[in-house]
């Protein structure tokens, strides 16, 4: 199972792979990994209509579409944490100095709206390979962001992609989410799915054993 990231390891990742090219997109991945719990091909599938109003503003609340939900439902998205409106922000302004021909001049910061968030250095989509008839699996974006870790002292560390998700999830649970709502939120189908994230919490556990027999008197 994928081991959760620290703060310590975020600020690597960000620090190793935030410059050059592709640097402001990297940190929009990494911070949008940890802030929005998406699944990769979901993550895959993200345009600009999805994340800003067409007046240039963030949406601090906006839609997952069901088609492009894991579960096939649509469902409610924040990007309400300060690190992530700073990335996205810059990594939108620097989408709009590039130029769009095919955006439009007063609106969506005259960035294309449905120009896909992640792509590779030529603005390409990362690839997709299809799994059955309605999914696919990111597999573009999910080795770009195992070569994130690879190239840095993680490697090895039991971090992978899902790594993200997980982070969150276990974020979402030490703050006081019950399993149904992290099951909600994550656009998961079952609940055990939703227990995978967070039953090796050791914070929480740790938490729970310091207080199971505070009752009992010796």
Known sequence: MARAFEEKHVVELIKRHGEGDQGQMNKVLIMGGLGWGLEMNELTDLEVRHVLHPNGNLKKEWQLPKDMSANGHPRSINTNNEALISVLNEYLDQMAAEGDPEGVEDE???????????????????????RGKTRGT??????????????????????????????????MHRSGADI????????????????????????????????MYRKVKT
């Open 108 to 130: 969506y910061r005259g960035i294309k709206p449905t120009r896909l968030l992640f792509t590779n250095a030529a603005g390409e989509r990362l690839g997709m390979q299809k």
């Open 138 to 171: 990111a597999t573009g974006l999910r080795n770009h962001f195992q070569r994130l870790i690879d190239r840095s002292s993680l490697k090895g560390g039991g971090f992978t992609p899902a790594s993200l998700r997980k982070t969150w999830a276990l974020n």
């Open 180 to 211: 149904r709502t992290i099951m909600a939120a994550a656009g998961m189908r079952s609940v055990q799915a939703a227990k995978n994230l967070v039953y090796d919490d050791a914070e929480t556990v740790e938490a729970r054993m310091a207080t």
